[in-house]
């Protein structure tokens, strides 16, 4: 593969030196290079931020509270003055994690509780993270329906945000909740499911973290499996030919296109009595800094860059993983980004695609960043995106040390006009009053909630803007 | 097309040869990481308890580009920036390592003592 982004950066180099470089200091920039942090001095000992994952989202809590069992957690949450926000792995990009007072991490109350193959039950504590998960559960020949593309969030927070990976036939995570524990407002315990407090169940699904602090979380699995991926490059047009049959006909379907390319590829997974096997594959990380540097240098002129992007591209084999399915969902994401995703009724997804792409090949060639389009299936649960309709997602990245602003801003409208509602944990600009019009259930939402904390305990800034 | 392709290979491997460098190679430890640092851990049981599920992943092992916990050569040029920039790469983010290291929950001195542990490899 090494060799293959080199002959990519040859003809790169090629087309750049054929023609005056317009920006000198613009394409000495690298990637490795644009990783290297920003200072920040503070003396003397510093009191130091909660940052999200992207690094734009930031706070300066009074507290920081890591509770190691569950009567620690009631104490610290009926005790604590002030604003109260669980926290989880820092991976949401909106603001639902900044207070200046109380940040509650969940990370020691972490783990797989009991597992039971013959219900497919599997009790498991809050804090866990997605990527903890997978292992312990094959242990008892168990396994999760689904997972998104990235295991690193806490399972509270993923739930909480209606966090999904892709598949026609597949709700996102919060579908396969039976029970939820949360430590209320006064630090009592409350437990909910379909048929204990089944109107908090309802709310609690997808939660924001505004109703408690989410203890322990059961969930329906599977018993164990393997999945066949299967990684293509094709021209999108094709992609988006066929992108019906493609969700149809694969358990697990979702599709990137790399702007200025003309080119994207498809990702499938299905299950398989395979043995396990790997073909050579792409280290997404080491692409994500590939094509920043072809932005760099070739940015002046879309139409080579995307000769030169699309000629590299089609040269791509076919990339073939048979894997355990808890080790065949998921890639490692190292080159941070902030990210806006819209959840969109599938019929529209072809048309707004295109828009997107327009919009982002007219206006902004400095973004390298791939779109990425995936498909959930619809549910019953209040604050889901999903809710009612079978969806498609569409998200648009942005390099993390880039502003993302103007680009999401054009973006957006374009989500907007086509019903999309956003992925909770992720940038947009909705207000009250928009989300409201977006979800049949926001007024039962909203009451369970404020019945559950009257007094806005679990409130922040931006979550008053919603719900107060 | 892949005619062309070559030609403008070979016409610019010197231009490769300047920038092809890879970044793996220029963090690599004068000393191979020795097995038994992967079981390195802090013996104050709190530490412990955050190395284990922030720190070890990554710095348990090590990588060319990741210091190794203990790996003393290889954190000597890292702890001679100074407390303060390690800190900031931790509050920052640095490299693969996104801001706060993984550690919702933990203060400057424990990462402080977290960073001192992982250099020396011993609390």
């Known amino acids: 593969m090494a060799k293959r982004r080199d002959v990519l950066t040859a003809l790169v180099a090629t087309a750049t030196a054929a023609v005056v470089k317009p920006n000198l200091s613009f394409a000495l920039g690298s990637a490795e290079a644009a990783a290297e942090p920003n200072k920040i001095i503070e003396k003397p000992k510093r009191k130091i931020p909660w940052r999200n994952w992207s690094g734009s989202q930031e706070c300066f809590p009074a507290a920081r509270k890591a509770p190691g069992n569950l009567s620690e957690l009631q104490e610290i949450v009926a005790s604590a003055p002030g604003v109260v926000r669980p926290v989880g792995a820092g991976h949401s990009f909106m603001p639902l994690v900044p207070t200046d007072d109380t940040v509650l991490s969940l990370g020691r109350m972490s783990g797989v509780i009991s597992a039971d193959p013959t219900t497919g039950q599997a009790k498991i504590w809050a804090g866990t993270t997605l990527g903890d998960i997978g292992g312990p559960l094959a242990e008892h020949g168990m396994a999760m329906i689904n997972m998104p593309d990235i295991d690193e969030q806490s399972l509270a927070g993923a739930l909480g945000t209606a966090t999904h990976g892709t598949g026609a036939t597949l709700g996102c995570l919060s579908t396969f909740v039976t029970e939820l524990e949360l430590v209320t407002a006064t630090g009592d315990l409350m437990t909910c499911s379909a048929d204990k407090n089944p109107d908090v169940f309802n709310a609690a699904r997808v939660n924001l973290g505004a109703l408690g602090v989410v203890s322990q979380i059961t969930l329906n699995t599977q018993p164990a499996y393997r999945l066949r991926r299967e990684t293509e490059w094709m021209p999108v047009e094709d992609i988006l030919d066929n992108v019906e049959s493609l969700a149809e006909n694969n358990r697990n379907f979702e599709f990137y296109y790399i702007p200025f390319s003309g080119m994207g590829f498809t990702d499938v997974h299905n299950i398989s009595t395979e043995d396990e096997s790997s073909t050579d594959g792409i280290d997404q990380n080491s692409a994500a800094s590939t094509l920043m540097s072809v932005r760099d240098w070739l940015s002046w002129s879309p139409k080579l860059r995307e000769l030169i992007l699309s000629g590299y591209m089609s040269t791509i084999d076919k990339e073939v993983v048979v894997a355990n399915s808890w080790e065949n969902y998921t890639k490692e994401r190292n080159v941070r980004f902030n990210e806006m995703e819209y959840h969109l009724p599938r019929a529209h997804l072809v048309d707004a695609f295109k828009e997107i792409r327009t919009t982002i090949e007219k206006n902004f060639p400095e973004v390298f960043f791939p779109l990425e389009v995936r498909y959930v299936k619809s549910d019953d649960i209040w604050l889901s995106p999903f809710n009612g309709r079978d969806s498609c997602s569409i998200a648009v990245h942005r390099f993390f040390k880039e502003d993302y602003k103007a680009m999401f801003n054009a973006i957006e409208p374009i989500f907007k006009k086509y019903g999309g509602r956003p992925h909770w944990g992720k940038l947009n600009t909705m207000n009250k009053l928009e989300l409201s019009e977006r979800y049949d259930n926001w007024s039962d939402f909203s009451e369970v909630r404020r019945q559950m904390d009257p007094n806005g305990k679990f409130l922040n800034k931006y979550l008053k803007t919603l719900f107060v | ?123």
């Open chain 2, 1 to 123: 097309m892949k005619t062309l392709m070559f030609r403008m290979l070979a016409a610019f491997s010197v231009v490769l040869a300047l920038s092809g460098c890879d970044s793996s190679s220029s963090e690599i430890s004068s000393t191979s990481p020795v097995k038994d640092l992967s079981q390195l851990s802090p013996s104050d049981p709190m530490l412990k308890s955050i190395y284990e599920r922030s720190c070890k992943t990554c710095h348990g092992l090590g990588t060319p580009a990741i210091p190794q916990t203990g790996d003393i050569e290889a954190w000597e040029p890292r702890m001679a920036q100074g407390m303060d920039t390690l800190l900031d790469h931790v509050i920052n983010g640095y490299g693969g390592m996104p801001p706060l290291g993984m550690c919702m929950d933990c203060d400057a001195d424990q990462f402080e003592s977290l960073i001192e542990f992982m250099a020396k490899g011993s609390d």
